[in-house]
């Protein structure tokens, strides 16, 4: 068990109402909001590398760079892949790329004529922690 290099998984969602910038407060339009995108990302990095951790052992995100190169309307299916690029210790180092379908969910073609189109792009920094000590030190910091 362990994390290396080239572990990589993908998630997909299809943007709702509720993803969008409007829902988000991140702007005023009914299009895939950058905060969702980025948890998207954030979610793929997750599933990458969880079946090789210990129980005991979690992540928790440290960074990120995001480009968010196309709108993504209610409707489009996107996709997050994410691999992990680099494996420094305990940090953890993904890339990741984000593409809508050929078609938005309920239509049978679509324009896109099969052709993913890349939404988003970027790097997701992630450190290896003990599930249990990180939470102490957590609630810690509360009291």
């Not at 969702?36 to 992540?59: G, K």
């Amino acid at each position: 068990m362990g994390v290396a290099a080239g572990q990589r998984a993908s998630v997909s969602a299809v943007v709702a109402d509720a993803d969008t910038a409007i829902e988000a407060g991140s702007g005023d339009v009914p299009v895939l909001a950058t905060p969702r995108l980025l948890a998207l990302a954030e979610a793929a990095t997750v599933a990458a590398i969880a079946p090789h951790l210990a129980p005991s052992l979690t992540s928790v995100g440290t960074s990120a760079s995001l480009e968010h190169r196309r709108a993504s309307p209610v409707g489009a299916e996107v996709v997050v892949e994410a691999e992990l690029t680099e494996v420094d210790g305990r940090r953890l180092v993904f890339s990741f790329i984000a593409r809508e379908g050929g078609h938005r969910a309920g239509e049978s073609g679509g324009d896109g004529g099969g052709e993913d189109r890349v939404v988003g792009a970027g790097t997701v920094e992630r450190v290896l922690v003990d599930r249990q000590a990180f939470l102490a030190r957590a609630v810690g910091h509360r009291a």
